[in-house]
């Protein structure tokens, strides 16, 4: 009898795997690991209970190829998400808290050796960028094509599964296994990695880590398809003056209190002398707090960190800066604004990624900065959605592509510029310490400004 390649292509309700022998679906990339994984043809001949006919019946552990699903990451339980509910091509997908919302629905489809994942708010399909088969590739979203490329096929690996991709036989895993919320998605080498690991939740399901009440306001940090934009400002409750730098782990809630630097923190200028008003470790959350004039060095956040409804009404030297060193580490604005700032708003020095989601901005430089004369010189990622931004501003991002920076745009909104005077992403190459970077270009280009004309608004 000659021998059989058994592979787990799952058609339905049912769940039958197909068998494939030598002479057929020799191309297929799930044929090649089945011949290299000895490990996973025995875990398939352990489901196998039945072969009648030269057709085997019966299978454990099988995944599902049809239906709508979260898919769930096995190392942080957060749920594969289009960010911001984008629908653009080239939007990198990220991991974040399950909501059930269209962004995190996921339709599985037979295609090819596998399945197509289709993305409930867009439409679009999961594949890997350029069709690459090098690992540390982006995973995102693009027009369905049935490439192999946008084709995933589910391996049980214990109780979950591996996500592979049919081209490039890579898992989809999360950047630098991290489990950090808005963590990017990409394509890595398959191995026993948590973060390689994925359940798959029917959408009827409530989500894990979830309450099982109706939420009385849309969850933070899940924008709808059609985010109302940012407006408005508060007013103080109050005001204090700060004259050494205060310290937040955990959760500080100023409840919109005005803070602003006095004594020797700084005079809100340009000299990089000054103190930040607020320094957050790793891990804390500052909201509902107003940085009033001077605001010195804004806030430093040592790792990753939140900003929430944080609003500063005059621009120190920089508002935040994230400083850290793990690549892994997200700072998230959500909510706030910022105004009159000279220079920069955000400024990125460590590595990881920023996103800057439901914010205002106005009469300000660029909002979002990566460092590019810093000690060392780090990959940085932004993300921005539902930003409203008015002219006067120079950019909404300044990046440097030649460290592989990126920076994704959705639903901005630029204000008072008629002529189109605000750049949205502007283009450096990044230099050492000690130098002056350089401008280099400026638009979208598929892999370091990543947006479409659709995600840019004018009023």
């Given at each position: 009898?000659?021998?059989v390649?058994?592979?787990?292509?799952?058609?339905?309700?049912?769940?039958?795997?197909?068998?494939?022998?030598?002479?057929?679906?020799?191309?297929?990339?799930?044929?090649?690991?089945?011949?290299?994984?000895?490990?996973?043809?025995?875990?398939?001949?352990?489901?196998?209970?039945?072969?009648?006919?030269?057709?085997?019946?019966?299978?454990?552990n099988?995944?599902?190829?049809?239906?709508?699903?979260?898919?769930?990451?096995?190392a942080?339980?957060?749920?594969?998400?289009?960010?911001?509910?984008?629908?653009?091509?080239?939007?990198?997908?990220?991991?974040?808290?399950?909501?059930?919302?269209?962004?995190?629905?996921?339709?599985?489809?037979?295609?090819?050796?596998?399945?197509?994942l289709?993305?409930?708010?867009?439409?679009?399909?999961?594949?890997?960028?350029?069709?690459?088969?090098?690992?540390?590739?982006?995973?995102?979203?693009?027009?369905?094509?049935?490439?192999?490329?946008?084709?995933?096929?589910?391996?049980?690996?214990?109780?979950?599964?591996?996500?592979?991709?049919?081209?490039?036989?890579?898992?989809?895993n999360t950047?630098?296994?991290?489990?950090?919320?808005?963590?990017l998605?990409?394509?890595?080498?398959?191995?026993?990695?948590?973060?390689?690991?994925?359940?798959?939740q029917?959408?009827?399901?409530?989500p894990?880590?979830?309450?099982?009440?109706?939420?009385?306001?849309?969850?933070?940090?899940?924008?709808?398809?059609?985010?109302?934009?940012?407006?408005?400002?508060?007013?103080?409750?109050g005001?204090?003056?700060v004259?050494?730098?205060?310290?937040?782990?955990?959760?500080?809630?100023?409840?919109?209190?005005?803070?602003?630097?006095?004594?020797?923190?700084?005079?809100?200028?340009?000299?990089?002398s000054?103190k930040?008003?607020?320094?957050?470790?790793?891990?804390?959350?500052?909201?509902n707090?107003?940085?009033?004039?001077?605001?010195?060095?804004?806030?430093?956040?040592?790792?990753?960190?939140?900003?929430?409804?944080?609003?500063w009404?005059?621009v120190?030297?920089?508002?935040?800066?994230l400083?850290?060193?793990?690549s892994?580490?997200?700072?998230t604005?959500?909510?706030?604004?910022?105004?009159?700032?000279?220079?920069?708003?955000?400024?990125?020095?460590?590595?990881?990624?920023?996103?800057?989601?439901?914010?205002?901005?106005?009469?300000?430089?660029?909002?979002?900065?990566?460092?590019?004369?810093?000690?060392?010189?780090?990959?940085?990622?932004v993300?921005?959605?539902?930003?409203?931004?008015?002219?006067?501003?120079?950019?909404?991002?300044?990046?440097?592509?030649?460290?592989?920076?990126?920076?994704?745009?959705?639903?901005?909104?630029?204000?008072?510029?008629?002529?189109?005077k605000?750049?949205?992403?502007?283009?450096?190459?990044?230099?050492p310490?000690?130098?002056?970077?350089?401008?280099?270009?400026?638009?979208?280009?598929g892999?370091?400004?990543?947006?479409?004309?659709?995600?840019?608004?004018?009023?």
């Open positions: 009898m000659n021998a390649h058994i592979h787990e292509f799952l058609v339905g309700p049912g769940f039958i795997p197909s068998v494939r022998g030598p002479a057929r679906h020799a191309r297929s990339s799930a044929l090649r690991r089945s011949t290299r994984n000895a490990a996973g043809v025995a875990g398939a001949v352990a489901g196998v209970v039945a072969l009648v006919g030269g057709v085997f019946t019966g299978v454990s099988a995944a599902p190829t049809t239906g709508a699903y979260r898919i769930v990451n096995g942080g339980g957060l749920c594969l998400t289009v960010p911001g509910s984008s629908g653009s091509d080239g939007v990198q997908l990220t991991v974040s808290a399950c909501t059930g919302t269209t962004n995190q629905t996921w339709t599985l489809s037979a295609q090819g050796s596998g399945v197509r289709t993305a409930g708010n867009s439409g679009k399909c999961a594949g890997v960028t350029g069709a690459s088969t090098s690992a540390g590739k982006a995973v995102q979203q693009e027009n369905c094509t049935g490439a192999t490329s946008q084709t995933w096929e589910l391996t049980a690996s214990g109780s979950t599964y591996r996500v592979v991709n049919a081209n490039s036989d890579k898992c989809l950047a630098d296994n991290s489990t950090a919320s808005g963590a998605v990409q394509q890595n080498s398959c191995d026993s990695v948590a973060t390689k690991q994925w359940t798959l029917p959408t009827g399901s409530t894990s880590g979830t309450p099982t009440s109706s939420p009385t306001s849309t969850p933070t940090g899940t924008p709808t398809s059609n985010p109302t934009p940012p407006s408005g400002w508060p007013g103080a409750n005001s204090q003056a004259t050494s730098t205060i310290s937040v782990s955990g959760t500080m809630d100023g409840n919109l209190r005005r803070y602003y630097a006095s004594g020797a923190m700084g005079d809100g200028g340009q000299s990089e000054q930040p008003i607020f320094e957050l470790a790793n891990g804390a959350t500052l909201k707090v107003i940085i009033g004039s001077p605001g010195a060095d804004g806030v430093h956040c040592l790792g990753s960190c939140t900003l929430q409804s944080v609003w009404e005059d120190g030297e920089d508002a935040a800066t400083l850290g060193s793990s892994s580490q997200v700072m604005i959500d909510g706030g604004g910022a105004r009159s700032a000279s220079d920069k708003v955000f400024q990125h020095n460590g590595p990881g990624t920023m996103v800057i989601r439901n914010f205002q901005v106005d009469n300000f430089g660029k909002l979002y900065r990566a460092c590019g004369n810093c000690t060392n010189s780090y990959q940085r990622h993300q921005m959605s539902n930003i409203v931004a008015t002219y006067p501003g120079k950019a909404l991002a300044g990046i440097n592509t030649n460290w592989g920076d990126t920076a994704r745009f959705s639903n901005i909104t630029i204000k008072n510029d008629p002529d189109h605000m750049i949205v992403c502007l283009k450096y190459k990044g230099v310490k000690g130098s002056e970077p350089t401008e280099i270009g400026s638009g979208a280009d892999t370091n400004c990543l947006y479409s004309a659709s995600d840019i608004h004018y009023q």
